[in-house]
């Protein structure tokens, strides 16, 4: 398993972009498939973007598709989450999950961040 660190969170007006990042503490950081998670209050975790360990075929939810950009950085031991046009329905606590290879789109992920709350206003 894989310790990861998000950072970028905070508070942004509808219409506004946030970037999330998210640090990973392993040799071959390269070799993980890594997604953007988000849970809302009172809802369940969902799975909102996701690439996989070969950069390729970026998986997004239907509300992210147009919006959110996931990319890595494997230099920096990085994944980045760009959000733009945010929706207050975008508010949510925002998890980095990473899976040893495997595919963006599917679950599950075994390793976990704290989380990074990003809250939209209307």
Known sequence: ??????????LVQAGGSLRLSC?????AFSSYTMGWFRQAPVKERE???????????PYYID???G??????DNAKNTVYLQMNSLKPEDTAVYYCAAKR???ASTLPYDSWGQGTQ???SS
């Open 67 to 72: 919006r959110f950009t996931i990319s890595r």
């Open 23 to 27: 640090v990973g503490t392993v040799r």
């Open 1 to 10: 398993q894989m310790q990861l660190v998000e950072s970028g969170g905070g």
């Open 47 to 57: 799975l909102i973007a996701g690439i996989s360990w070969r950069g390729t075929g």
């Open 118 to 120: 990003v809250t939209v």
């Open 63 to 65: 509300s992210a598709k």
């Open 101 to 103: 290879l495997g595919v």
